[in-house]
């Protein structure tokens, strides 16, 4: 069973910076996650989830238009681990972020699309 754990998620203040570390876990095989895309989400308080950036199995990369710039989305196949480097925080990108994965090369930022989740780790950007 796939299974993906967040952690790196704290309280900081605006304009400095947090690390976003997901790994996972429990797949068979050794395909998985390198030939997986994967994503960070995100939903704060009364909104509804989001996506926040996207890296496909080359290496590609998307992000929604409030974090580019400040937001940087990478991935360690060998230690199957997902990062997301958040430089700038601000007070909007206060929210429990999730990490997701989908059994493909490419994906978009639509829940839809992925296969996998975990559970969140809860950031809080004070001002």
């Known amino acids: 069973q796939v299974q993906l754990v967040e952690s790196g998620g704290g309280s900081v203040q605006a304009g400095g910076s947090l690390r976003l570390s997901c790994v996972a876990s429990?797949?068979?095989?050794?395909?998985?996650?390198?030939?997986?895309?994967m994503a960070w989400f995100r939903q704060a308080a009364g909104k509804e989830r989001e996506g926040v950036a996207v890296?496909?199995?080359?290496?590609?990369?998307r992000y929604v238009d409030s974090v580019k710039g400040r937001f940087t989305i990478s991935r360690d196949n060998a230690k199957s681990t997902l990062y997301l480097q958040m430089n700038s925080p601000n007070s909007e990108d206060t929210a429990m972020y999730y990490c997701?994965?989908?059994?493909?090369?490419?994906?978009?930022?639509?829940?839809?699309?992925?296969?996998?989740w975990g559970k969140g780790t809860l950031v809080t950007i004070s001002s």
């Open positions: 997701a994965a989908a059994r493909t090369y490419y994906c978009s930022m639509r829940e839809n699309d992925m296969h996998y």
């Open positions: 429990g797949y068979i095989g050794s395909r998985f996650p390198s030939t997986w895309c």
């Open positions: 890296i496909n199995v080359d290496g590609s990369t």
